[in-house]
């Protein structure tokens, strides 16, 4: 077996253990990387769909960490998503616009705030993994020799053990998230903001040194990884 289905296993079992609270910063986490790559594009290959998820992202960081009166905006845009032409039965003869990583990773996480299921958060961290590996594909169909060979089971290695390092970060707040889906009170939310939504958010996904001149003036995405440092044109 690959290396990286080996560890998506290990972030499966570790997504079911946890409390329902605890899964919800880990999707949000999750979800915001890949947000935050999808605002680094170029703004005419920002996708609109995907970028217009971006308040129901914040909204679910709010619910995640404390803020019970965030369920409200998060289940009105779980609703106008349900009803709009973005969610089908179509297949491929529908619109894909749901289906980019960033805009599904953020339904997902919204799903698993909401309902608090370990199968949202697991998608969640599914999506991060797709989306490097369509992006190595990308950059194997290049015709550049500059561009290095990437292993391909490494760098979706590193993404998972990245998340294994968010779920071991966000054990640390267990007691706090355990009920915060029933509110917390406004200074443990401010705190949780900062200890929480800040590293999960800005770290890289790999602790590796970025090569001096290549890092990233996207505050969410430092560019200090191997693999993105390939494709600049879509992680920085």
């Not at 790559?37 to 996708?47: M, N, S, T, Y």
């Not at 998503?81 to 616009?97: F, I, K």
Request: glycine share 6%; with cysteine.
């Amino acid at each position: 077996m690959d290396r990286w289905r080996e560890l998506s296993a290990v972030v499966e079992e570790r997504l079911k253990a946890v409390s329902s609270g605890e899964r919800g910063v880990f999707a949000a986490g999750v979800a915001e990387r890949l947000m935050c790559w999808h605002e680094a594009l170029p703004e005419d290959e920002q996708a609109p769909f995907t970028v217009s998820l971006r308040p129901l992202l914040n909204s679910v960081w709010e619910g995640v960490l404390g803020d019970s009166t965030a369920f409200s905006a998060v289940k009105r845009g779980v609703g106008e998503y349900m009803l709009s032409e973005y969610c089908h039965n179509d297949g491929q003869d529908g619109p894909d616009d749901a289906d980019e990583s960033a805009a599904a990773a953020a339904l997902y996480a919204a799903h698993a705030y909401l309902f608090g299921c370990q199968e949202f958060a697991a998608w969640t961290s599914s999506r991060a993994v797709e989306a490097i590996d369509q992006h190595l594909e990308y950059l194997a169909d290049q015709e550049e020799d500059e561009l290095p060979v990437v292993d391909t089971d490494e760098a979706l290695a590193s993404e998972l053990q990245r998340q294994l390092r968010d779920l071991d970060l966000i054990a640390r707040y267990s007691k706090d998230l355990r009920h915060a889906g029933l509110g917390l009170p406004i200074d443990t939310s401010i705190r949780l903001r900062v200890e929480l939504r800040a590293p999960l958010s800005s770290r890289a996904l790999t602790p590796q040194r970025p090569r001096p001149g290549t890092e990233s003036s996207n505050p969410c995405w430092p560019a200090s990884t191997r693999w993105f440092e390939t494709g600049r044109h879509l992680f920085e």
